[in-house]
């Protein structure tokens, strides 16, 4: 059965997909995957590579190129979901790549309801590099991931068993933010300040300074390149202005 689904998936043009058994998924900072699907027993991982455009300097194509990831990424996990239902009289829910996200002040949006990156190593599609990214055997540290949760019953595919990370601590030194620097933990806020110049920290401090403002100060705050940014990342969701950890990685590339 595992193979059939496979086989389905490779064939929608996704790069690469396991398998992992929910008793494998151990993802300690996230919520127990029976409180979001009860009966769930196993997790179809797929994973997709980043295209070139996270080379750019240009943010609208650096951004463009995930977004297509994100949106291929949501139509695949439809049509697995679909396929699993339809085909093998499944259950399935599908785990979006990014957003929705649990919004919120003490989240403030780092806490994925089911941890890609832990289903992606339970389901044998890679380990952990320094930059907390999980490198792919053949995708390299160029790797995004989508999931689907279904009852069921597989068995998980085998660990990588070889550590993929070859520590030349790149990632560490080109992170202009510093956010790499502890072993093990991504300094989310210092990533996210760098990498997301445009969210929600920017929006609060934009509009609380536009409420405070005279009528004059407000007419030239419409006009500044922070407005238009803002009201763009309104709509487009999140926009990446920094993809040094993933495209710097010399694994993969
Ligand atoms: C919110 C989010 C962010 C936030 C917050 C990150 C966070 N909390 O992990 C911010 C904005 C910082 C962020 C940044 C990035 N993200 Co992001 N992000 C997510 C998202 C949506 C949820 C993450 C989450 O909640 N994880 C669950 C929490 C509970 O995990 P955690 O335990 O805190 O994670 C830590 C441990 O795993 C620890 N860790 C590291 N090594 C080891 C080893 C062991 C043994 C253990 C136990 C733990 C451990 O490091 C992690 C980070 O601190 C996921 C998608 C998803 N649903 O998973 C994508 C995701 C993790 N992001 C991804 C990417 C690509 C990025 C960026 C490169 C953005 C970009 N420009 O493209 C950067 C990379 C930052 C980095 N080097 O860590 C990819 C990662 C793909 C991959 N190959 O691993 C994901 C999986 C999206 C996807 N669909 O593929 N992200």
């Known amino acids: 059965m595992k193979e059939k689904i496979k086989e389905f998936i490779l064939s929608l043009g996704v790069d690469d997909a396991g ?37 750019s300097d240009n943010m609208q194509i650096a951004t463009g190129g995930r977004l297509e990831a994100l949106e ?12 699993l239902e339809r085909e093998l009289k499944a259950k399935a829910m599908t785990v979006p790549p990014s957003y929705p996200l649990l919004m919120s002040y003490e989240t403030r949006g780092t806490v994925g309801d089911v941890s890609l990156r832990h289903a992606a190593i339970a389901a044998g599609l890679g380990n952990f590099g320094r930059h907390n990214l999980v490198i792919h055997p053949t995708l390299g540290s160029r790797a995004v991931f989508t ?12 660990p990588v068993s070889e550590r993929l990370c070859t520590d ?4 560490v030194e080109d992170c202009p933010a510093h956010a790499l620097d502890e072993e093990g933990k991504t300094d989310d806020m210092k990533c996210l300040k760098n990498s997301q110049p445009y969210g929600i920290g920017s929006a609060i401090r934009f509009w609380t300074k536009f409420a405070e403002g005279t ?5 030239k705050m419409v006009k500044d390149v922070n407005f238009w940014r803002l009201y ?4 487009i969701g999140f926009q990446y202005f920094c993809f040094n950890c993933m495209k710097n990685c010399p694994i993969g590339q």
């Not at 900072?29 to 455009?53: C, H, M, W």
């Not at 030349?168 to 990632?171: E, G």
């Open 147 to 158: 999931a689907v949760i279904t009852d069921l019953d597989l068995v998980s595919d085998p």
């Open 215 to 219: 009528t004059e100060e407000q007419k």
């Open 232 to 235: 763009q990342a309104g709509f």
């Open 168 to 171: 030349c601590n790149l990632c």
């Open 72 to 83: 291929f990424g949501r139509s695949s996990n439809y049509r697995v979901a679909r396929f």
């Open 19 to 55: 398998i992992a058994s929910v008793k494998d998924y151990k993802s300690p900072r996230s919520p127990d995957l029976q409180t979001i699907f009860p009966g769930a027993k196993s997790l179809v991982v797929l994973a997709y590579r980043e295209l070139s455009n996270c080379e």
